[in-house]
């Protein structure tokens, strides 16, 4: 498995763990199985995208802005996923519910960052 593949996997069990225990979590967010699948595949995608063009973009300042720029990514893509999955198959309401699905999965994105940049073991 190649490097960027197993990047992709690791942030794919990630949402997939942080999704579904959020939905367990808050009453006000529902997720139908068949949707979710589409919903974490969707969400990898945008948030493995927005990562890119936004360290790509603006690399010597990232540091300084990971914990901000993390939240609003991951509400980015939250909103984009929200937006695109149909409303019977994911729907987050009310602020409350928003604020904590995303610092639950963007908690997730962090631990997730953390095995991601991890050195690789020497053979």
């Not at 490097?3 to 939905?23: E, G, K, P, Q, R």
């Not at 019977?88 to 604020?99: K, L």
């Amino acid at each position: 498995m190649t490097v960027v593949s197993t990047s992709i996997a690791i942030s794919a069990a990630a949402n997939t763990v942080s999704l579904a225990f959020a939905a367990w979590v808050f009453d006000h967010f529902n997720i139908r199985f068949g949707w979710f699948v589409v919903a974490v595949v969707l969400f990898t995608v945008l948030t493995v995208a927005l990562r890119g063009i936004v360290v790509s973009t603006v690399n010597r300042f990232v540091r300084g802005y990971t914990i901000l720029g993390g939240l609003v990514l991951t509400l980015l893509a939250l909103l984009l996923t929200d937006a695109v999955v149909p409303r019977d198959g994911f729907a987050i309401d009310g602020w409350g519910t928003w604020v904590g699905v995303t610092l639950i999965v963007w908690a997730a994105g962090v631990a997730y960052g953390e095995v991601d940049t991890a050195a690789p073991v020497k053979r």
